[in-house]
C-alpha cells in the first residue's frame, strides 16, 4: 500500500476530528473529537517517519501519545467536575469563568 494513502486517511481523520470539534456541544463528544485529531496526526509523524526512514517521527508520535493521555485525564477530571456542578457537559451551557 502506498504511503499516500495513510497521509489522505490522516487527513481525513483530522476533519472529521475538526467537524466533531466544531458542531457537537457535548465536552465528552468534543474531547473525542481531539483524540481523533491526535490519532490523525501520530498517524501523519509515523508515515513520514516512514518516508524519511529517520526514527524522530515515531518519537513525537509518542510524545503526542503521551499528551492525548495527560490530555484525557485532566479534560475528564474536569467534565466530571462541570457535570456534578452543573448537571450537564454542554458546553453552550458551561460559563463558569465569566464573571
Known sequence: MSLAYYLVLAVILFAIGATIVLVRRSA????????????????????????????????????????????????LALIVSIFKARNTTSLDDVNLLKN
Do not use: C, D, K
Open 28 to 75: 465528552v463528544i468534543s474531547l473525542m473529537g481531539v483524540e481523533l485529531m491526535l490519532n490523525s496526526a501520530n498517524l501523519a509523524f509515523v508515515t513520514f517517519a516512514r518516508i524519511h526512514g529517520q526514527p524522530s517521527g515515531e518519537v513525537m508520535a509518542f510524545f503526542v501519545m503521551v499528551v492525548a493521555a495527560a490530555e484525557v485525564v485532566v479534560g
